[in-house]
């Protein structure tokens, strides 16, 4: 329930629109979502994901993984600044390990 009142108290600061979006992360026990969402028109961007991948490592390490691929995305989308979301949870561990390999791959926020 807690998680609900934080979530909803970051997404009501946070806006995305299609010059910058706004980069949603989802983090679950074993796998790492991120997706670049316009919210004026309602459409993911772009997104990047562990489930279904090959991809080696650590959590923190596929957290890495996936804030690179969000990047090159957005890059070849034409985005290179965007809004971070980081939805309930904290910025630590495997959030700010995709959040620092997104600003390294070029997306800035």
Do not use: C
């Amino acid at each position: 329930m807690k998680a609900e009142f934080r979530k909803n108290r970051t997404r009501a600061k946070i806006h995305g629109t299609a010059e910058r979006p706004r980069l949603s992360v989802n983090i679950s026990n074993n796998h790492v979502i991120a997706q670049l969402i316009d919210d004026d028109k309602g459409v993911t961007i772009a997104y990047a994901t562990t489930v279904g991948s090959k991809q080696k490592g650590s959590k923190k390490e596929l957290a890495a993984y996936v804030g690179s691929e969000i990047a090159k995305k957005a890059k070849k989308a034409k985005i290179e600044k965007a809004v971070f979301d980081r939805g309930a949870r904290l910025y630590a561990g495997r959030m700010s390990a995709l959040a620092d390999a997104a600003r390294e791959g070029g997306l800035e926020f």
